[in-house]
């Protein structure tokens, strides 16, 4: 998937990944895609339910070698 910007939380845990993304996605344009780059796999279930929380678009996971990046489009 092609990102508009990148965010990367490799080796930061819950609640940091989070609280950076919705920093970023401050500074986005509505419509833009942010790739969010983690390690923890606890972000499966809490960015799909911070972005029904927050009214973003949760557009999916990809996994590869232990790193897990998840596509946020801002609404």
């Given amino acids: 998937m092609k990102a508009d910007r990148t965010l990367d939380c490799y080796g ?3 609640p940091m990944p989070i609280i ?7 500074e986005m344009r509505k419509g833009e895609i942010l790739e969010i780059i983690f390690t923890d796999e606890g972000i499966e279930k809490d960015m799909p339910a ?7 678009e949760f557009l999916g996971i990809e996994k590869e070698n232990g790193i897990i990046k998840v596509y946020v489009r801002k609404k």
């Fill in 50 to 56: 911070w972005c029904e929380m927050t009214g973003n």
């Fill in 12 to 14: 930061l845990f819950c």
């Fill in 20 to 26: 950076k993304t919705g920093e970023m996605l401050k």
